[in-house]
Every structure is written in C-alpha cells, then in structure tokens.
C-alpha cells in the first residue's frame, strides 16, 4: 500500500508538471496518496481501526480505509463535474442567443 | 400578444420540414423557431428553407437543455406565450389554437395537449403505456390533482412559466418533472384534447436501454424536486 501510494503521488505530480491534471484537482489525489501512506506506515491505528469495524485482519481494514478514502475523493469529482455540466450547459445555451442575436443583427443591417 | 411555435430538433431532416408548414399553414403570421441540438444531419437547412428561425446549439445538450435554451430566447425576446411542437412530425399542429385558446382562457401557466383526452390517435407501445399509468399515480399525490398525459411534449406555456424555465428547467426527460417544478411555485396547469400520430421519420431517443434508466432518473428527478417544495397549494 506504501509503495501504491507513492506510485499515486508519483504519477499524479507528473501529470501536473505536464498539465494533464489542474493543480486544483490535483490536492484530492495527493492528499489521498498521503493519508494512505501515513495508514499504511501506522500499524497501531491499522490495528485500532480494525478492531474498530469488526476486522480480524488490519491489511483488509487499510484496504477498506483506502477505498473510503477513494469514495470520498470521486464524491468530490462527481460535484466538480455537476458544476461543470450546469457551466457548460448555461454557456452553451448564451453561445446559441448571442449567435442567433447577431446574426438576426446582421440580417436587418444588410444593404439592400 | 406575441406567440412563439418552438420546435426542438435533433437529427429530424426527414419530418422538420413537414412540421414547419403544417404549422405555418395553421397559423401563418406567428413566427417559428427550430432549436437545433447540434444534429449531425441537415436539419438546420431544411428547417431554414422551410421559413423557420434556427437557434442552432453549438453542443449537444439533450432534450431538457435544448427546450430551455428555446425558452430562454424567446424570454429574453418578450415573448408572451410559446407552444413546444416535436419535430419529429408526432404532434398535429392543427391543435396548437385549442392550446392557445386554453392558455389565454384559463390564465394558467401551462397548457398540456393531451392524447387520453378524446382518445383519439393514442400511439404508445406497451413499456410507454405502463409508464404512462404508473407516473399518473405517482404525481397524483404531488400535484394533488389527476393528469392524463405526463410525458407529453405537446405543451404552451405563459410568460410567467417561460420566466421559470428560462431559469431552471429539468435537462433530461423533462416532461414529468416540469410539472413538479410548476407544482413547487404552485403555479396551474391544464390538459386538452390533441391528437398523436406515428413519428414521421428519424428513431426515438429512448432506447430500449434507455427505457430502462427513464424512470428511475426522473423518478429521482420528481423526488429531489419534492424535497425543494415552498409550500402546499392552498
């Protein structure tokens, strides 16, 4: 999991640097790769934690807290791309009025 | 009073035509806008040729978003009343002065033309007649009084509901939710008769797949809109 997480960081920095990730987007997944790192270090909260949820075996439980932690991150995704699509839906629609605006425009200012 | 026919079109170069004259041949002044979302067919120049105006999106949005930007326009161009006509050729234009006549009647805020009411030209396969039944009861409670034809197209709205929608309108399938979002600004609808026929050319979006995600997205559609409720109708 340790070495999962660096790979994340890793991969995502990358993308960044060559702007495939916005850095704003990237802070979800960086700080994602962290908390799993630091869990995956930690074997006293791993042990803790699945006591906690009735796990027998602490991996399973840190592969649990990751996939929450994942669950988490694309909850954040789904409202950033919802607001992206209202965004791009109102602008698409003014593109549409201001198109069909000028061009009514263009009409009545044609010389006879 | 200004009157606006809006057609909302994707990829219907073989009906759009027929649909713009049989609307001017019934009522001949009253201008005709064609919202295009982005066909990749020649709708936009049929429509055109056929005397209509194009707003012709430059994405596809879908239904919900192209009826709203039809909507939008015609608000922002004062106008006071605006008839939605499918162009797919389904909706018989011959009704549209029943539909008018009720809006200005009535003063309600919509006017749905519907095909249960004289029975006449009923044209739903069985999956669409059973969904027809079960969102008539489901909206029996919510809009506290009976609707024949939710998932009608063939709507008029006033200014006041052209004021509402230009502002939100549900994107996908919209039909039935509009009519919970009328129905959260308690504003009034009513139903008249028009007729339904036989798609005149092109394939309905609703796939089978489709047909099986339509209620359980406006189901959720109805139920977020619920919970945005100001108050109960008096």
């Not at chain 2, 326009?73 to 050729?89: H, K, M, P, S, T």
């Not at chain 2, 004021?163 to 959260?184: G, K, N, T």
Request: glycine residues 8%; charged residues 20%; proline residues 5%.
């Amino acid at each position: 999991m340790a070495v999962f997480s660096l790979v994340m960081a890793g991969l995502v920095l990358a993308s960044v640097r060559r702007a495939h990730i916005r850095v704003e987007y990237s802070v979800s997944w960086l700080a994602a790769a962290m908390a799993l790192l630091v869990l995956s270090r930690w074997r006293g909260f791993q042990e803790w934690f699945a006591r906690s949820i009735g796990v027998g075996d602490p991996t399973v439980a840190l592969l649990m807290a990751g996939g929450a932690v994942f669950l988490v991150v694309l909850y954040r995704f789904s409202m950033v791309m919802s607001h992206l699509k209202d965004a791009n839906i109102a602008l698409t629609q003014h593109v549409a009025i201001l198109e069909f605006r000028l061009t009514s425009l263009d009409e009545k200012i044609q010389p006879r | 009073m200004k009157l606006l026919i809006l057609i909302p079109a994707y990829n219907e170069e073989g009906a759009v035509g027929s649909v713009i004259k049989e609307v001017r041949a019934v009522i001949p002044d009253v201008p005709v806008l064609v919202v295009d979302d982005c066909s990749t067919d020649g709708t936009v120049n049929v429509a055109r040729e056929s005397g209509a105006k194009v707003l012709a999106l430059p994405y596809h949005l879908g239904l919900g978003g192209c009826v709203q930007a039809g909507y939008r326009l015609a608000f922002e161009l004062d106008y006071d009343y605006v008839i939605r006509v499918d162009g797919d050729g389904q909706h018989d234009p011959r009704d549209i002065p029943a539909i008018l006549e009720a809006l200005e009647r009535e003063g309600c805020e919509m006017v749905i033309g519907s095909r249960f009411l004289n029975g006449s030209g009923v044209h739903s396969g069985f999956l669409r007649a059973l969904g027809i039944v079960f969102f008539r009861a489901m909206l029996r409670p919510i809009l506290g009084r009976p609707v024949r034809d939710p998932t009608s197209g063939f709507v008029g709205v006033n200014r006041t509901a052209l004021a509402l929608f230009s502002r939100s309108f549900p994107l996908e399938y919209p039909e039935i939710e509009a009519l919970v979002v009328l129905q959260r600004k308690r504003f009034r609808f009513v139903e008249v008769p028009s007729r339904m026929r036989p798609r005149r050319a092109g394939r309905t979006t609703i796939t089978a797949l489709k047909s099986l995600y339509y209620p359980v997205h406006v189901l959720l559609g109805v139920f977020v809109n619920v919970l945005k409720f100001e108050g109960r109708r008096k």
